[in-house]
């Protein structure tokens, strides 16, 4: 059984900083694309970051400001996310596939967590 769970989430002012990190378990990990999506209100989920199986990359819209990492010995992918503003309000997913590069499409990770509240205050 996969289990994808977010964890980090919470409140913080605007200008602050939140580390989110996902840990996966069931599937061969270091051979897994593990991606962070998220979902700000009335819009579509959007991926904003993903780690494949060696390489980050960043969405153009936090770059600068967030940073994906991990740690293929403790099953963790973090998201580190400086200089928030009241935009990045959303819920947080992990997500992670099975394949050992991005998959460009959402529907192709076909693990996901729950999702985690980030709210950015002014």
């Known amino acids: 059984l996969v289990q994808v769970v977010e964890s980090g989430g919470g409140l913080v002012q605007a200008g602050g900083s939140l580390t989110l990190t996902c840990t996966v378990s069931?599937?061969?990990?270091?051979?897994?694309?593990v991606a962070w999506f998220r979902q700000r209100p009335g819009n579509e989920r959007e991926r904003v970051a993903c780690?494949?199986?060696?390489?980050?990359s960043v969405s153009d819209s936090v770059k600068g400001r967030f940073t994906i990492s991990r740690d293929n010995a403790k099953n963790t992918v973090a998201l580190q996310m400086n200089s928030l503003e009241v935009d990045d309000t959303a819920i947080y997913y992990c997500?992670?596939?099975?394949?050992?590069?991005?998959?460009?499409?959402?529907?192709?990770?076909?693990?996901w967590g729950s999702g985690t509240q980030v709210t950015v205050s002014s």
């Open positions: 780690f494949n199986w060696k390489f980050p």
């Open positions: 997500a992670a596939a099975h394949v050992a590069w991005c998959p460009p499409q959402e529907h192709d990770f076909r693990y």
């Open positions: 069931g599937l061969t990990f270091d051979a897994a694309a």
